[in-house]
């Protein structure tokens, strides 16, 4: 029996504005994934006449197909200096583990040519009944849906819950994880969801608004807490909290992903752009404080409503933290 080992090394591209998934496997018989080289001129992270850059391995994660594992990667380059596509370094510097994250991921499920599930013969009723739908004139992708949250489960990752979203073809799973490792979960997390829908011959379209009209778009909400937060919160704190939140509220803007003007009109559940609020059970405000935190003595968390489908969450998790240290 071969002693040899698959692991799917995984990393994000220099693709703007926002990076891909690549990936690509080792076969070793090396007990510990060992650092590993790839083409950066072919991801828009080099130059050909200079194209060596370095994945050096940050998670590993028991894959629930094959290979046997998937391996998060961040990227350096042939000087062994960190890349300057890798957001990860900067966000891991700051982020603890005392600060908490649960990303509610939206997305939509298209085909190759990109029309929506559900929608191949033109636009179906206004949406309404489709939210937790049930039913085949309700639902489109369920089973996707349920495979990425069983799949997610087996590689150790704590996906919380799963549903169908507002539009038809349009889902959310809602990822929980504590420090960096949250990101790097959220990041894998998609690309289970990619491989999967692959299998389906069916894309993701992480679009903050992949249909205009009147039509939801997919967020990424973002609950966060840290330990005074949880343990020793009040009224005043939280205030204290969103009043920092409100003064760099440009710079959240620019870290949340591209496209979320297209998002974020005071529609659909939303604040517009370039306002900032926040209120209890407020879905249409920036920061929404759950009922849950006002119920438990003001001990709890905030969710951040602004941050869209695409963010890349190290951009998420460095902003919040650097802003509320």
């Not at 995984?10 to 650092?35: F, H, M, Q």
């Not at 840290?226 to 969103?242: H, P, Q, S, Y």
């Not at 959240?252 to 659909?268: C, E, F, P, Q, V």
């Not at 405000?285 to 951040?304: C, F, M, N, Q």
Request: negative net charge; glycine residues 10%; charged residues 25%.
């Amino acid at each position: 029996m071969s002693k040899m080992r698959t692991y799917e090394y995984v990393w994000l591209d220099g693709y703007k504005p926002e990076p891909n998934l690549r990936s690509k496997i080792k076969a070793t018989a090396e007990e510990t994934t060992p650092d590993w080289s790839f083409d950066g001129s072919s991801t828009q992270q080099a130059g050909t006449g200079d194209s060596d850059c370095l994945l050096l391995p940050v998670q590993s994660y028991e894959n629930p197909t094959e290979p046997d594992y998937i391996v998060l990667c961040q990227v350096h380059g042939a000087d062994h200096k960190v890349h300057p596509t890798n957001t990860r370094a900067a966000a891991a510097e700051i982020v603890t583990d005392e600060w908490w994250f649960g990303f509610e991921q939206e997305y939509y499920l298209t085909h190759p040519d990109g029309t929506i599930l559900g929608w191949e013969h033109g636009d179906p009723r206004p949406q309404g009944e489709y939210y937790c739908g049930v039913g085949a004139s309700n639902i489109a992708g369920r089973e996707i849906s349920e495979a990425h949250l069983l799949a997610c489960l087996e590689a150790g990752i704590e996906i919380t819950g799963t549903n169908a979203e507002v539009g038809l073809g349009q889902w959310e799973y809602q990822c929980f994880g504590k420090g960096i490792k949250a990101a790097d979960d959220l990041w894998v997390s998609r690309y289970i969801l990619n491989k999967i829908a692959e299998e389906h011959g069916v894309c993701v379209n992480y679009h903050p608004k992949p249909k205009k009209g009147d039509w939801n778009g997919s967020g990424m909400h973002t609950n966060f807490s840290n330990d005074v937060m949880r343990t020793k919160g009040d009224k005043a704190l939280f205030d204290e909290i969103c009043g920092k939140l409100e003064k760099c509220h440009d710079e959240a803007i620019a870290a949340y992903g591209s496209d979320n003007d297209m998002r974020l009109t005071g529609s659909h559940e939303t604040q517009v752009i370039t306002k900032f609020s926040h209120g209890v059970s407020d879905r249409g405000a920036s920061i929404r404080i759950p009922v849950y935190t006002v119920e438990h003595g003001w001990k709890g968390y905030l969710e951040d409503r602004r941050p869209s489908s695409n963010a890349d969450p190290y951009l998420i998790v460095a902003h919040i933290v650097g802003a509320l240290k």
